[in-house]
C-alpha cells in the first residue's frame, strides 16, 4: 500500500514525539501513549456522526457561506453555531489532500478508506488542544502532601483521569465527534479562571458557545462565577451584590456552579459532566465520591452507543480499566479519610456488572429479544439514572453543607 | 502486592491494544485460491474435527497435503481440534469438510481472533505477570512498568492478532518453563517447555539451555546422589510428557515417522523468502542454494549453528544460574535464528521472549533488540495491510520503554553489562574506554537506518529490474543488527563472572 507524504508527516511529527519522551516527561508520555491509542481505534465502527462531518466538510468547502444554514441535499443538515462552520471549513483545507470526493456534497454517505483515515486523524489532532488544557489544569492543582510516589500525585491522576478518559475515547475515537477539542477549550477557560486570569477565561468560553450551542448550559455558573468573583469581588464596596447572592455556592469556586448547572440541566452524555468533576475530585475526599459515582454511572450509560460485537471486548476492557484506575487511585490518594463508598453505593456500582451481562450476554439469547428489543436500553437508562440523580443530590448537598474554602486557596 | 490495580490496568491495557490490532487485516485475507495462515488455522479445524486422528498428517483425498497441511505436532492439532467443537456449536459451516475453504465472514474472524485471546489470557499473559512479580531487587513500580513493556512488545501481537499465529501459546508454555525451572520448580518446568515444544517444533531453539541448565543443576546436586535422582525425574517427566502427546500416533510406526516428516521438512530448503539470517543474507552475494549440495547446505548449517551456540550452554552448564539461564536462551535461539535450516522470520519472537525477559537488566540493549525484531518482519506485516498497527504499536513500546527505564541514561559500560569485558581487553589496550559511545553511535545509525527504509518500502516503488529490493536490503540490515546482538550477547555470557558484578542473590 503506497501511502502518502501526508500520512508520512503525521506519523514523523508522532515519533520525533516519541523520541522526546525519552527525556522522562510522564506527562508527555501519557498523552503520547492514549494518542496511538487512538490511532489503534481508527478501524473501529463509527455512526452516522462520520456521515454528518463528512457532510458538513463537504457543505462548507463547495458552497458560499450564504447557502451553508440553507444547504439540505443531506438529512444531516448543519446545525452547530457559526464557529464549529468555521472550523469545519478550515478542515476541508486539509481534507482535500487526502481525497477531494469526500468534498462533494452529492457523495452521500462516502466513506472511502482516505476519508475515514483523514476524518479519525482529524479527531486526534485535535485533541491536542484538549492535551494543552489538562496541562494547564494540571498547574493549577497541587498536593497538600509532597508526594514522592509519581503515580500517587494529584496531577498524575488528574491527568490519566482527563487524558484517558473512557466516555471521551468512546464517543470522539470510536462513535465520532468532536468533543474532545471542546471540552480542551472549556477546561482552558476554567483553567483561566483559576489562574485568576477571568477576562481570558470569559472570553474562552465565549468562543466556545459559538462552537457548540449546548455549553449554555453551563452558562449561568460561569455569569454568576464572574459576576461574583470579577465583577462584585468582597474587596470592592458593593454591598448590594453580596446580598444578591447571599447562598450560592461560589465559594468553592467555579467548578461546583458548572457542575451544578450542568447537572441541572440532566445532559444527556452524563459522563461528560463528569470531566468538570474531575478537577474537583483530585482536592477532596467527599467530592472524589461523587465524581466515581457519576463517571462510572455515566461511562456505563454510553455502552448502548457500541453496540457493534468488535467493540464489545473494546467497550468492557476500556470500561473496567478506567473504573479500576480510577476507583483504586483515589482510594489511594484518600486512604487516610473515611471510605469513599457506602454499602449502597457500593452495591449500586458492583451491579453494573451483573446488568451488562443480563443485556448483552444473556438477553440477546432469551425469546423476549424479538417481543421487547428495548428492554436492554430501557433497564441501561432507568439504571444509570439513578445513579446520577444521585450524584446531582449528594453534590449539592455537600456544597451547601461543607464549610467554605477560603479564596487563597485556589493560587 | 501492593499496587496490584496498577498491575489489572497493565493487563487491561495489553488486552485492549490486542484486541484493536486484531481489528485490522490477517494473512492471506481475501486472496484466493491459498489464502494465508488464517487459513491454514481454520483448515486445521476443519481436518482435526472431520477426519480420524490417523489421517491428520497423511495426504489423502479428503486431505490435501499440498493446502495448508499439518506442519506443526499434536498438541496444535488437538487445540485446533477444541477450537473446532466450539465452531461447530456456533456454526458448523465454518468448518465443514471441503466446503468451507477459503469460508471468510465478519462473524468468522471474530470467533477466531476470541480463541487467540483467549489463549493468551489463559497462558501466555499470567506467564508475564507471575514473572514480573518474580523479579528480585526492584520496586513494585519497575515490575509494573517491566509487565507494560513486555506486553506491549510489537512483534508478538502484530503477528498473533494481526498476521494471525498463536505462538502466545507456545512461547507462554516456554515462559512457564522457564519460570519452573528458575523457581527450582524443575518438574513442573520440565513439563511445561515439553508442552511448549509439543506445541511448535520451533521451541527446539531453546530446548539446549534447558538441557544444559537442568544437567548443570544435576551435576551440582552430585551426580551420584541427587543429582541422579533429579536426572531420572527429569528424564522420566520428558518421556511421559512426550509419550502423552504422541500416544495416538504410537500406534504404527509410520504414523510416527509421517509426523516428523512435516515437522522437519529437510527436503525444503536452506531458507524460503527473505528471512533475517545469514543464508538469506549472503546469498544476495553468493547463490549458495545453488552452489552447495543440499546435503552439503545441512551439515554446514548444523556446524554453524553448533559452534556459535557451544560456548554458552557449556558455560551454562558449568555454573547453571537462572541469570546465566536466560541469557543463554538469548543467545542460543539466536544462533538457531541466524545459522539454521529453514528459518522463517517468525521464528525471530523465539529470540524475543528471552530478551523480553532480560528487559529489566539491560533496558538499553534489549529494547534495541526487540525494534530490530518487529522491524525484521516489516515485509511481512506490510503484505498484510498492517502498516499503521505496526507503526503505533512499535512507537507504543518504544515509549513505555524509555520511560520506565529511562534507557538512555543506562548506557554505562556498567549498566550494559559490559564491564568485565572492557576490563580485560583494558589489560592489553589500555585506552579501550569507548565501547558505550560505539554502541550508542551504532544505536543511533540503526534506528535512523529503520526508520528510513520503512519510509522507502512504504513511500516508493522498487525499481523494475529489483522488485525484492526493499525486502532483502531490510533483512540484510536486521541481519547485521543481529550478528551484532549475537556478539554482544555471548560476551556477557562469557565475561559474566561471580565476582566482577556487584552481587545479585541467586534464586
Sequence with gaps: MRIKWVECAALSVMAALSVMTGGGSWFLALALGVTLLKCLLIPTYHSTDFEVHRNWLAITHSLPISQWYYEATSEWTLDYPPFFAWFEYALSHVAKY?????????????????????????????????????????????????????TEKPKFILSVLLLWNFGLLIVDHIHFQYNGFLFGLMLLSIARLFQKRHMEGAFL?????????????????????????????????????????????????????????????????????????????????????????????????????????????????????????????????????????????????????????????VFPFTSWKLKYPFIPLLLTSVYCAVGITYAWFKLYVSVFTDPPVGKTKKQ | MEKWYLMTAVVLLGLTVRWTVSLNSYSGAGKPPMFGDYEAQRHWQEI???????????????????????????????????????????????????????????????????????????????????????????????????????????????????????????????????????CDWDLLGSLAFCLAVNYKQMELYHSLPFFGFLLGKCFKKGLKGKGFVLFVKLAGTVVASFTLCWLPFFTERAQALQVLRRLFPVDRGLFEDKV????????????????????????????????????????????????????????????????????????????????????????????????????????????????????????????ACATSFSIFEKTSEEELRLKSFSVSVRKHL???????????????????????????????????KLPDLFSVLVSSVSCLNFLFFLVYFNIIIMWDSKDGRNQKKIH
Design chain 1, 98 to 150: 487526502f481525497d477531494q470526493e469526500m468534498l462533494n456534497v452529492h457523495n452521500l454517505n462516502y466513506s472511502s478508506s482516505r476519508t475515514l483515515l483523514f476524518q479519525r486523524f482529524s479527531v486526534i489532532f485535535t485533541d491536542a488542544l484538549f492535551v494543552y488544557a489538562v496541562h494547564e489544569c494540571c498547574k493549577c492543582v497541587d498536593g497538600k502532601k509532597a508526594c514522592k510516589e509519581l
Design chain 2, 48 to 182: 482435526t474435527f472431520n477426519l480420524p486422528i490417523k489421517q491428520w498428517y497423511f495426504n489423502s483425498s479428503d486431505n490435501n497435503l499440498q493446502y495448508w497441511g499439518l506442519d506443526y505436532p499434536p498438541l496444535t492439532a488437538y487445540h485446533s481440534l477444541l477450537c473446532a467443537y466450539v465452531a461447530q456449536f456456533i456454526n458448523p459451516d465454518w468448518i465443514a469438510l471441503h466446503s468451507s475453504r477459503g469460508y471468510e465472514s465478519q462473524a468468522h474472524k471474530l470467533f477466531m481472533r476470541a480463541t487467540v485471546l483467549i489463549a493468551d489470557l489463559l497462558i501466555y499473559i499470567p506467564a508475564v505477570v507471575l514473572h514480573c512479580c518474580c523479579l528480585k531487587e526492584i520496586s513494585t513500580k519497575k515490575k509494573i512498568a517491566n509487565a507494560l513493556c513486555i506486553l506491549l512488545y510489537p512483534g508478538l501481537i502484530l503477528i498473533d492478532y494481526g498476521h494471525f499465529q498463536y505462538n502466545s501459546v507456545s512461547l507462554g508454555l516456554a515462559l512457564w518453563g522457564v519460570l519452573g525451572v528458575s
Design chain 1, 205 to 361: 468560553f465565549a468562543v466556545l458557545l459559538h462552537f457548540k450551542h449546548i455549553y449554555l448550559y453551563v452558562a449561568p455558573a460561569y455569569g454568576i462565577y464572574l459576576l461574583r468573583s470579577y465583577c462584585f469581588t468582597a474587596n470592592k464596596p458593593e454591598p448590594a451584590a453580596s446580598s444578591l447572592f447571599p447562598t450560592l455556592p461560589f465559594q468553592e469556586g467555579p467548578l461546583s456552579c458548572i457542575l451544578g448547572s450542568k447537572l441541572l440541566g440532566f445532559v444527556q452524555c452524563f459522563g461528560q459532566s463528569a470531566l468538570r468533576h474531575r478537577l474537583l475530585s483530585v482536592g477532596k475526599a467527599g467530592d472524589a465520591s461523587i465524581f466515581l459515582i457519576l463517571t462510572t454511572t455515566g461511562h456505563y450509560s454510553l455502552f448502548p452507543l457500541l453496540f457493534t460485537a468488535p467493540e464489545l471486548p473494546i467497550k468492557i476492557l476500556l470500561m473496567l480499566l478506567f473504573t479500576i484506575y480510577s476507583i483504586s487511585s483515589l482510594k489511594t490518594l484518600f486512604r487516610k479519610e473515611k471510605p469513599l463508598f457506602n454499602w449502597m453505593e457500593t452495591f449500586y456500582l458492583l451491579g453494573l456488572g451483573p446488568l451488562e451481562v443480563f443485556c448483552e450476554f
Design chain 2, 276 to 399: 533475517a539470517n545469514i543464508w538469506c543474507s549472503v546469498s544476495v552475494f553468493l547463490k549458495i542454494k545453488d552452489i552447495l549440495p543440499h546435503h552439503v547446505q545441512i551439515i554446514v548449517s548444523f556446524c554453524l549453528t553448533l559452534l556459535s551456540l557451544l560456548p554458552a550452554c557449556v558455560k551454562l552448564t558449568l555454573q547453571p544460574s537462572p541469570k546465566a539461564f536466560r541469557f543463554t536462551l538469548v543467545s542460543c535461539a539466536l544462533s538457531f535464528f541466524l545459522f539454521s535450516f529453514q528459518v522463517h522470520e517468525k521464528s525471530i519472537l523465539l529470540v524475543s521472549l528471552p530478551v523480553c525477559l532480560v528487559l529489566s537488566e539491560i533496558p538499553f540493549m534489549s529494547t534495541w533488540f526487540l525494534l530490530v525484531s518487529t522491524f525484521s518482519m516489516l515485509p511481512l506485516l506490510l503484505k498484510d495491510d498492517l502498516l499503521m498497527p505496526s507503526v503505533v504499536t512499535t512507537m507504543a513500546f518504544f515509549i
Design chain 2, 430 to 464: 589500555p585506552r579501550f574506554t569507548f565501547l558505550p559511545r560505539i554502541i550508542q553511535h551504532l544505536f543511533i545509525i540503526s534506528v535512523i537506518t529503520m526508520v528510513l527504509l520503512t519510509l522507502m518500502t512504504v513511500t516508493l516503488d522498487p525499481p523494475q
